[in-house]
């Protein structure tokens, strides 16, 4: 016998244990948290270009020839060498042969190519956006708030609360 779906059938969610309600609420909340993380980082990248620049720090997908793939982040650039974290004790490498856009090329025979993804924006990309995007009123008013919601413990947008990344989403996205 195939299980029923209980997505649209109230009455089975209404006879869930409470325990399993409230982790079913959790994960949406944490779903709609993470998708307004995600928006709100890639517009601050799309109007910050130098996110999306090869450096120190960024975000890099690799795709490899077998299908498989992983995220990194970029620990050194010498050269024509990138250089990631591979695992948790190995550095790897490799070698750029041409950047168009955000796609690299790579010379190694395994790696079909490499996506960058961008850099974390932190609380001065943050600003700089809201510079771009609102008049002086509203920049005073708005960074004020900015800064008395952000965790100055924590360097990286992705780092911060559901409160700060709900604001933002509103202004930015408005």
């Not at 409470?18 to 709100?40: G, N, P, S, W, Y």
């Not at 970029?74 to 042969?97: C, P, R």
């Not at 961008?118 to 956006?129: A, I, S």
């Amino acid at each position: 016998m195939k299980p029923k779906s209980i997505t649209f059938d109230k009455k089975a969610q209404d006879e869930l244990p409470q325990h399993i309600k409230d982790k079913m609420k959790a994960d949406r909340e944490k779903a709609v948290f993470e998708k307004k993380l995600k928006t709100v980082t890639e517009d601050i990248r799309s109007k910050l270009p130098r996110l999306m620049e090869l450096q120190q720090g960024s975000i890099i997908r690799i795709d490899f020839i077998d299908g498989k793939s992983m995220t990194e982040k970029v620990i050194e650039i010498k050269g024509d060498l990138v250089f990631y974290n591979f695992s948790k004790n190995t550095i790897s490498d490799f070698k750029i042969n041409s950047i168009e856009g955000n796609i690299i090329e790579a010379s190694e025979y395994y790696i079909q190519r490499v996506v960058i993804l961008g850099t974390e924006p932190m609380l001065n990309d943050v600003l700089e956006t809201i510079y771009c995007l609102f008049d002086d009123s509203e920049k005073y008013n708005l960074d004020t708030q900015i800064l008395d919601l952000w965790d100055f413990s924590k360097p990286y947008l992705h780092q911060q609360s559901k409160g700060l990344i709900n604001f933002l989403h509103k202004i930015l996205l408005k």
